[in-house]
């Protein structure tokens, strides 16, 4: 479970929780701010930094991080760091088979025996934003435990070059709020002892009545045992005096009241956006071939050559379809391309919503959209609220599907689609899996592609998983060779003792000599294989790993138990990868970098013009969505990065691709 929670302003004695205590001169020597350990003089982190020196432009803060559950009570969030033992040989009182232990909270989970997480897997942030090491703003220099204020102390080196606004509140006195991050395999109540591994296996206790207390005087937290911290984020509410700006500051201080597993969570879902994102980006450019596929993604590399091939066969749009389809809300055109498993190309989208707004649209501004696009990506994974905005403006749900459409998405996708997909959609059926009957019989006999997908949905979560026909395929002939070969050493082992049997019995009555030799051994070996093949099924069966032996796809296609499925997501789904690759193969031709070509085309189109010098600037792809995204970011929250400006957003990519 990942739980965070921010630290008060002042720790629990009074003093300040964060404070400067060391800078460089800039000359060699040192500034050492003793007061900062008035109130502890014998804190050892006093003690070790009088042993170091700065480096020149860095600073040492201490964070008062935390204190023991015994001395300060639990905090905010209702979490508390036990450094006592806690209820050793209590039994629970929830009744849950799996929160039965020998303690609550055991000797060694007890805070001052973990603390030290803080050297080996924390890092400084801004906002939580942990996942890439280059935008940490430096390192846990030492983390030590103040046995005297029953506390863990920490003493952060920053570089102030990294965060220079930061390094400025830090050295006016203005301090940010910290906010840390942990993981814990699981948390205990403080009442019940209930294990709860996440938030949604809490009691009753830790779900409705956190940090109350009860008529027996007990109050409700939830103990932490061996915390592993690997976060320490600076938060930066904005003080801006408008109504929109109070609300968000309140809203903040609201959303840190909540339990740290709620944050935990709500941190891990934004994330996830941001991962989704650059996933995005990395699919484009595996199937445009500029960089190789990774074993993560095999199953985009294994369609690459048929999306390449299929977006050679479709064809660009006519005006005439554009027109008709400009009829109809986007959000209505979307969904029920959704919902026919087909997407619209980049071009697509423009030129009807050019063609809605009283415009069409010529080719060189078609080209600059889609040369646009991997720099857009890289906006959605610096703000993934972005996308959320947009869903407002084109909502792709069933509420939006409209039938009526079908029969053009179908005349569409015969007309524009991989002729090969459409194909074999029409052969197979909407599954693609449908049994050969009819006059069709001899094609639909044909095998479907080994990049099929098929998919699985798990009825406890409902989560989708996906794997592809020929992964399928591949584990089956796999299990059978296995099969093979266990039951060939079982029968082996079956034919010998048989036959050692026999011969005792020949030898011991003569009489078993007279029976045709053909006989005997026919029926050794049939029940040698029968015996060994049950055999090795039985041993197979005791011993898997796996809890189904077989499952059952949603096209219903049986396939075996340990086939690797990964969890579903719209961008491994074939239309989309055809969609992703027929963007740029449609400006420029299936040649062996597209997305390079467009950019040039684009380039050359105009050499002065804005977009010309965005996408020739000998930048990085990070570099140039962060000049994109400059002077139009703000403050939004203590979990997520500044949030872009959408309508600033879309003016200056207005203004860009018009240059």
């Not at 299929?310 to 009829?327: C, G, T, Y």
């Not at 203590?638 to 600033?648: H, K, M, T």
Request: net charge neutral; glycine share 8%; charged share 25%.
């Amino acid at each position: 479970m990942r739980k965070i929670f921010e630290l008060e302003d002042r720790f629990y004695t009074g003093e300040p929780t964060i404070q400067l205590v060391m800078t460089s001169d800039n000359r060699g020597g040192r500034f050492l701010e003793k007061r900062a350990f008035d109130s502890a003089a014998s804190s050892p982190a006093y003690e070790y930094l009088k042993t170091i020196a700065p480096k020149a432009g860095h600073s040492i803060v201490l964070v008062n991080a935390m204190g023991g559950y015994e001395a300060y009570d639990d905090n905010r969030n209702g979490d508390s760091f036990p450094n006592q033992p806690v209820n050793v040989g209590v039994p629970a009182k929830c009744g849950h088979k799996g929160c039965e232990a020998s303690a609550w909270i055991a000797a060694d989970e007890v805070l001052s025996k973990h603390y030290k997480s803080f050297e080996a897997h924390g890092g400084i942030y801004k906002h939580h934003v942990n996942k890439d090491p280059s935008k940490s703003l430096g390192k846990v220099l030492k983390a030590v435990w103040n046995d005297k204020m029953q506390r863990v102390e920490l003493l952060l080196e920053i570089v102030n070059d990294r965060d220079k606004e930061l390094t400025k509140k830090i050295a006016d006195g203005e301090y940010p709020a910290v906010s840390m991050g942990c993981h814990v395999k699981y948390d205990v109540c403080s009442i019940c002892g209930h294990r709860a591994p996440t938030r949604k296996d809490y009691c009753d206790h830790a779900r409705n009545k956190m940090r109350q207390i009860l008529s027996n005087g007990e109050k409700v937290c939830v103990h932490n045992p061996s915390p592993r911290f690997f976060d320490i984020s600076f938060v930066f509410r904005p003080a801006d005096p408008t109504g929109f700006m109070l609300k968000k500051v309140a809203s903040a201080y609201e959303l840190w009241s909540e339990p740290s597993s709620k944050m935990g969570e709500l941190v891990e879902q934004y994330e996830q956006k941001i991962a989704d994102a650059k996933k995005l980006g990395d699919i484009r450019k595996q199937l445009l071939g500029q960089v190789a596929a990774s074993r993560r993604d095999k199953n985009v590399e294994q369609y690459k050559s048929t999306a390449r091939a299929n977006a050679k066969s479709r064809r660009s749009a006519d005006d005439k379809d554009i027109a008709k389809l400009s009829a109809y809300p986007l959000s209505v055109i979307a969904s029920t391309f959704a919902a026919k498993n087909a997407a619209l190309s980049s071009s697509d989208v423009a030129r009807i919503m050019l063609k809605q707004a009283g415009f069409n649209t010529p080719n060189w501004l078609v080209d600059r959209v889609v040369a646009m696009q991997p720099i857009i990506e890289g906006v959605f994974a610096r703000d993934p609220s972005i996308r959320e905005k947009l869903s407002h403006l084109v909502e792709i749900s069933d509420d939006n599907v409209f039938p009526g459409l079908f029969a053009a998405v179908d005349a569409w996708s015969e007309k524009y689609a991989g002729m090969s997909d459409y194909a074999r959609s029409e052969a197979y059926g909407p599954s693609g899996y449908n049994l050969p009957v009819g006059p069709g019989a001899l094609y639909r006999a044909s095998e479907p592609g080994r990049s099929d997908v098929l998919t699985m949905t798990d009825p406890h979560t409902g989560h989708m998983y996906q794997t592809t026909r020929g992964a399928a395929q591949d584990q089956h002939h796999a299990n059978m060779k296995h099969r093979l070969a266990g039951s060939a050493l079982a029968t082996a082992l079956y034919g010998a003792g048989m036959y050692a049997g026999g011969k005792a019995l020949a030898n011991k009555y003569p009489m078993l000599n007279k029976i045709p030799k053909a006989l005997p051994w026919a029926a050794g070996v049939a029940a040698a294989g029968y015996l060994g093949d049950k055999t090795y099924k039985g041993l197979r069966d005791a011993t898997s790993p796996l809890r189904n032996k077989t499952y059952v796809t949603d096209q219903g296609l049986e396939v075996p138990g340990n086939t690797e499925f990964v969890k579903a997501s719209a961008l491994t789904d074939p239309a989309y990868l055809d969609k992703v690759a027929f963007d740029v193969i449609e400006r420029v031709g299936d040649v062996p970098d597209p997305m390079s070509a467009l950019t040039l085309k684009v380039a050359h189109q105009n050499t002065s013009s804005a977009i010309s010098q965005l996408l020739l600037a000998d930048i990085g792809d990070d570099e140039k969505v962060a000049a994109l995204c400059s002077g139009i970011e703000s403050d939004s929250g203590p979990i997520q990065p500044p949030e872009v400006n959408l309508q600033a957003l879309s003016g200056r990519i207005g203004a860009i691709l018009l240059s």
